[in-house]
């Protein structure tokens, strides 16, 4: 009997130990007031409230195949419409969040005619269960001669074989709330 009430409590304390790492590993969350969630089987992203959401097939006619989600700020702008792109593509599983962006870094340097990295900072997210480092990305940069200067910010967060990537941009001469309310809202992308 001693040994059957033994094992019965190391079950019960193992079991409660899984409960306790299952609960380390949570969404980052905003507050539902001012921020809507975007959630599929793929990813998971909170976005400010009262953005206008394109997703599906719509997605891909107009942005290139690897979009998955475009967030556009609601108030429209007569120069720049701040917005959010959300895409997939494959990578080396060896690949590891500083090479990825690399790559992704060479290809915002061919789009653009100025790209300059002002700073960079790891956040804690989760990627296919587990919690995982991600890398938020702030740059600013010009599309054409005459266009404005953007800021951009891209989280990037990679799950095995694939990169997750998400891009922001707002005109530099728009307010810091507006880099504040995007940087929270990149720093909730979640990798199913």
């Known amino acids: 009997m001693r040994k059957f009430l033994t094992l019965l409590v190391g079950v019960v ?21 001012s921020y809507d969630l975007y959630d599929t089987e793929e990813f998971r992203m909170q976005y400010p409230k009262n953005w206008d959401l394109l997703d599906g097939e719509l997605v891909q006619e107009r942005y290139k195949s690897s979009a998955k989600l475009v ?3 609601d108030d ?3 120069f720049f419409t701040p ?4 895409e997939s593509f494959s990578v080396d ?17 061919e789009s653009l005619l100025i790209a300059e990295e002002v ?18 990305v702030e740059f600013t940069g010009k599309r054409k001669l005459e266009g404005d200067v953007l800021v951009y910010l891209q989280a990037l967060v990679v799950a095995e074989n694939e990169a997750w990537l998400a891009t922001g941009a707002f005109d530099e001469l728009d307010t810091e709330a507006q880099s504040a309310e995007m940087v929270e ?8």
Request: proline share 1%; aromatic share 6%; charged share 25%.
């Open 13 to 33: 304390f193992l079991s409660g130990c899984g409960g306790a790492d299952e609960a380390l590993v949570s969404y980052n969350e905003l507050p539902i007031e």
């Open 71 to 73: 967030l556009v700020q």
């Open 76 to 78: 429209k702008d007569a």
């Open 83 to 86: 917005n959010i792109v959300v």
């Open 93 to 109: 599983e060896s690949s590891g969040l500083e090479k990825t962006y690399e790559s992704v870094w060479e290809d915002n340097e």
């Open 119 to 136: 700073g960079r900072e790891r956040f804690t997210t989760v990627a296919n269960g587990s919690v995982s480092n991600g890398l938020l």
């Open 185 to 192: 809202a990149l720093k909730t992308l979640a990798v199913k």
